[in-house]
Structure formats: structure tokens, C-alpha cells
């Protein structure tokens, strides 16, 4: 057992890889403890960032397993703490026998995200990178992958850290008044600090912009698929996917009730909602689907219309028409190997752009995905830059921000207290702030107004 020291963090342990049967089981220990637990299982001292060799005795001295260890030493590691990392042979059992004995020799069962938790807590990363982390792990394409990599390097902390800097510089002018309640704030610096807090606007804008882009990317696209009974549109979902997830028969009317899948369309991740088929007549039953459809429509990022090529196409309702957008439709001629080489006798309603296809001989499949690729790149908005792709809680911090950037220019506007005028500046700096996890706001302050000069 280790002593517990005047240190009161504790010792975690994990698996770092998933459970199951795999070529190497990694096991992941972060805390004051690692270099003496290092000493005791591998009787030698490891030298850092080193990986070595060894045979891993438990606390009864029995060899465990034949293992690769890697001790990192803080804070030069992941968590900024001592870390040791043990791949064993990839048995399950493996690596639990090395976390029992782990535990045994006074370490603790960590908690979710407890290793990143501790690298934000150590300064290794910000809370939006730590985000990033997440956000990798559970990526479902390669458009998530990118932009979680580009927060992971500090894309999102970077484009705050220049927002704030240029609203300092407007507060600075803004706080120097405090101190002459007397005096109003003098047109000049008034000016300078509208066109700060303007410019500031429009840039918490283009994040927040970009909020969408990144719902899109966390939960794919959620793309409809809809059309006449019996298009094709449950082939259409089967073809997409890969598999025969969806019933498929002759008989109009086989999908009752909608069914989504989640399928990697070229670098993106779509949520495929096939859907019971628009029969103008139907029966109850069908009609409740109907219903359904029409919901569903409402929702979709995207939508694809399907159409037997082989007949003229029916009219599109009104209540499917007005829910159907232009930019994010594409219509589906479907059955084209039944047509012989002749052209399509069913033609694309309201000019949306249509593409022949089959899903029988796979036809006009890989075209379609690429369709679908460009339309889903167009979701992405090119003014925040790069790959910025913000989440929900950013999008709340922002919208927080923008309300105090409001509030600050309407009292410039009517030349009301400086105070407050201050005090709204404040609060963008603190909903910005967040973002990053920055809690201690005044310190940087602190620091920024010792480099500006303030004695006018
Ligand atoms: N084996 C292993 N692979 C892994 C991780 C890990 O923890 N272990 N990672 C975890 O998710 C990711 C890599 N992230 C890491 C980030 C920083 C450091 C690190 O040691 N940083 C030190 C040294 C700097 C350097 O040499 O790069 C530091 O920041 O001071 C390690 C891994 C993905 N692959
Ligand atoms: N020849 C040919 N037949 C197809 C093609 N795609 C689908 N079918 C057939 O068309 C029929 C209907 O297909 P489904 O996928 O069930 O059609 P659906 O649009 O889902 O129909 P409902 O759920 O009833 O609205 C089935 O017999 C399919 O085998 C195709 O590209 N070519
Ligand atoms: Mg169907």
C-alpha cells in the first residue's frame, strides 16, 4: 500500500482502451504515485518518455503479463501529472488483474474524463480543447474529425483570445472614466470604443454562426428520404447503408412508419429517415405514417425525393412542397434500369435538381453521394475561418456575450453610466471567458491593463 502523503491527489487508474478481446489492453495511471508504483511493480526506475520492456509482478510478487510501460514524468505528460501507461496482451482479464493490483497498491478507479479533467485542471488545456477531446473520441466523420482537431489545437481559444484582447482595449478606455464620475466619456475614445464593440459583435457573430455546422457535425445530417409508395425509397436507404436494414417488397405501402440509420455519406455522417410513402388515398394506418413523413420532412437538414423514373411523376402536395427547400433537395430518379436507355419519363418537380439512379445495379450511386457531399459542405459557413464548429454551451456563452455587446452599445448610444457601460464589458469578457474555462478573469485583466496606458 502507498502512503498517503502530505499530497491529497489521488492516484487514478483506467483502462485507456476499449474492453474486448484486441492485439494490446492499455492501462492508464496518472498521480503523485506513479514513479514509486513504477519502482514497486517493475523493480527498476524508469526513465521518462522511455518505453521498456518488463514483467508486471503483482503486490504477491507473481508475474501478471509481459508488458510495454511508458512512465511520462510531470508536467510533461498528458494530464501534466506523472503517468505511467501499461500496454498488456490484449485480454480483458489481462488488464483487469493489472487495475486490481493497481487498486491494491492504493490507486483509485478514475472517473469519466478524469484524466483530461485533470490536464484542464493543470493547465494543459483549455475547457474548449478538452471539449475537443470528446468530441474526437466520438467523431462519426472525417468533417468531425477535422474540426475537433482544429479545437483540440486551440482554433476556437485562439479566435476568443483575439476578441477579447480588442474588447480590453475598448474597456481600458471605458474604465479609465470610472474614476471621474464627474466627466462623460469623451467623444473621441466613444467612437473608438462603438467601432471596437462592433467589430467585436461581428466576430461573436461568425462563431456563433457557426453553431449550426456544428450540431451538423455532432449529430449528423439528418437527410429524408420521401416519395410516392413504392419508389424505392427503403432500397434507397439499404443501398446507402451498405445493408438490408429496411423491408423492401413490390407492395406500396411496406413502410408503415419511419426508421433512421446512421451512415457515412464521403466525409460526412448522415441520419437516413426513410419514410412511409405519400399515397394520396390512404388507409388510416398509412395516413398516420403520412402524418409522420410530413414531421420528418419539417426537421431535415436535407432531403431526398424519390421517383419511379419509369412513369410520370405525381403531383407534389401542397403540404410536401411548402416544407421541401430548393438548396437542400435532391429528387432521385429511380428504377433507371428498367428504362432501357431511354430517357427518364418522370421528371423533376419545381426544377429541383434531379439525378437518374438505380438501386438495383447501384447506377448513379456514387453521384448521388457526391451530391449529397457538396450540399452538406455548403452547411459549413466560410466567414468564422477554417474549420471552427462550435457546441451548444459555446453557443450559449456567445449569445450571452452578444446580449452584453447590445446593451453596451445602446448606452453608448444614449451616453448612459459608464459603470454599467463597464460592467456589460465585464460580462462579455466573462462570457468568453467560459468558453476556455477561464474562471480567474480579473487576473487577466490585471495583467492587460499593467501594458495599457490608461493616464489620459
Ligand atoms: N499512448 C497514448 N496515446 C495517445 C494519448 C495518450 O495519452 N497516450 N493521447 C491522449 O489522449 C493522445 C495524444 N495526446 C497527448 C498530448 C500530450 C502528451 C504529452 O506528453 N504532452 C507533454 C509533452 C509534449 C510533447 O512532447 O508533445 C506536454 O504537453 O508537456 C501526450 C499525449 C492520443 N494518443
Ligand atoms: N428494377 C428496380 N426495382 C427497384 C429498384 N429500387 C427498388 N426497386 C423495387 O421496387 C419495389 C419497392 O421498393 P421499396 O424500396 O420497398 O420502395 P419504397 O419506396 O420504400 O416503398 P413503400 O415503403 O411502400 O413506400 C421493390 O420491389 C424493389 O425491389 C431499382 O432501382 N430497380
Ligand atoms: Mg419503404
Given at each position: ?20 478481446t ?5 492501462v ?12 514497486a511493480i517493475?523493480?527498476a ?18 508475474v501478471?503479463?509481459d ?6 514524468a ?14 498488456t ?12 493490483d493497481?487498486?491494491?497498491?492504493g ?18 488545456l ?7 477531446v ?12 477535422a ?11 485562439q ?29 473621441e ?6 467601432d ?9 457573430q461568425?462563431?456563433?454562426a457557426?453553431?449550426?455546422?456544428g450540431?451538423?457535425l455532432r ?9 410516392e409508395?413504392n419508389?424505392g ?6 443501398a ?13 405501402g ?7 440509420e446512421t451512415?457515412?455519406v ?14 394520396p388515398?390512404?388507409?388510416?394506418v ?32 401542397a403540404?410536401?412542397a ?31 435538381p434531379?439525378?437518374?439512379l ?5 447506377e448513379?450511386?456514387t ?27 459555446h ?9 452584453c ?20 464589458l ?5 462570457a468568453?471567458?467560459?468558453i476556455?474555462g477561464r ?7 490585471d ?10
Amino acid at each position: 500500500m502507498i502512503e498517503d502523503t502530505a499530497n491529497t491527489i489521488d492516484t487514478i487508474a483506467a483502462p485507456a482502451t476499449a474492453p474486448g478481446t484486441a492485439a494490446i489492453a492499455v492501462v492508464r495511471v496518472s498521480g503523485p504515485d506513479c514513479a514509486q508504483l513504477a519502482q514497486a511493480i517493475f523493480r527498476a526506475s524508469l526513465r521518462p518518455r522511455q518505453t521498456s520492456h518488463r514483467a508486471y509482478r503483482d503486490t504477491a510478487g507473481s508475474v501478471v503479463d509481459d508488458v510495454l510501460v511508458t512512465y511520462f514524468a510531470g508536467p510533461q505528460s498528458y494530464t501534466g501529472e506523472d503517468v505511467l501507461e501499461i500496454s498488456t496482451h490484449g485480454n480483458p482479464l489481462i488488464a483487469q488483474l493489472v487495475l486490481d493490483d493497481l487498486f491494491k497498491r492504493g490507486c483509485r478507479a478514475a472517473d469519466a474524463g478524469e484524466f483530461t479533467r485533470r490536464a484542464f485542471l493543470n493547465g494543459r488545456l483549455d475547457l474548449s480543447q478538452a471539449e475537443a477531446v470528446m468530441d474526437l473520441i466520438h467523431a462519426r466523420s472525417a468533417r468531425a474529425i477535422a474540426a475537433a482537431n482544429q479545437q483540440l489545437r486551440g482554433s476556437l481559444g485562439q479566435h476568443l483570445t483575439r476578441l477579447t484582447d480588442e474588447l480590453l482595449l475598448g474597456l481600458a478606455r471605458v474604465e479609465a472614466y470610472i474614476d471621474f464620475p464627474e466627466e462623460d466619456l469623451p467623444d473621441e475614445d466613444r467612437v473608438i470604443v462603438v467601432d471596437i464593440l462592433n467589430s467585436v459583435l461581428r466576430g461573436t457573430q461568425q462563431l456563433l454562426a457557426t453553431h449550426r455546422y456544428g450540431d451538423l457535425l455532432r449529430e449528423g445530417i439528418k437527410t429524408v428520404i420521401l416519395g410516392e409508395p413504392n419508389a424505392g425509397k427503403s432500397s434507397l436507404l439499404n443501398a446507402l447503408l451498405g445493408r438490408e436494414r429496411a423491408l423492401v417488397s413490390d407492395e406500396p405501402g411496406t413502410t408503415r412508419d419511419y426508421l433512421e440509420e446512421t451512415v457515412m455519406v464521403g466525409p460526412h455522417c448522415l441520419r437516413l429517415i426513410d419514410t412511409a410513402g405519400l399515397n394520396p388515398t390512404p388507409g388510416t394506418v398509412e395516413a398516420l405514417g403520412i402524418q409522420k413523413t410530413y414531421e420528418r420532412i419539417e426537421e431535415a437538414d436535407l432531403a431526398l425525393l424519390v421517383l419511379d423514373a419509369n412513369h410520370p411523376a405525381p403531383p407534389l402536395s401542397a403540404e410536401v412542397a411548402h416544407r421541401l427547400n430548393p438548396n437542400t433537395t435532391l429528387v432521385v430518379l429511380n428504377k433507371v434500369d428498367l428504362l432501357q436507355g431511354q430517357p427518364p419519363v418522370a421528371e423533376a418537380p419545381d426544377e429541383l435538381p434531379a439525378l437518374p439512379l438505380s438501386t438495383r445495379t447501384r447506377e448513379g450511386l456514387t453521384t448521388l453521394e457526391q451530391r449529397i457531399t457538396e450540399i452538406a459542405d455548403r452547411f459549413r459557413p466560410g466567414d468564422a475561418g477554417d474549420q471552427i464548429a462550435i457546441n451548444a454551451r459555446h453557443a450559449d456563452a456567445l449569445r450571452r456575450a452578444t446580449d452584453c455587446l447590445e446593451t453596451a452599445l445602446a448606452n453608448l448610444r444614449s451616453s448612459g453610466p459608464t459603470e454599467l457601460l463597464a460592467s456589460d464589458l465585464r460580462g462579455v469578457v466573462d462570457a468568453f471567458g467560459e468558453i476556455g474555462g477561464r474562471i480567474d478573469n480579473e487576473a487577466m485583466l490585471d495583467r492587460l491593463f499593467a501594458t495599457f496606458c490608461i493616464g489620459k
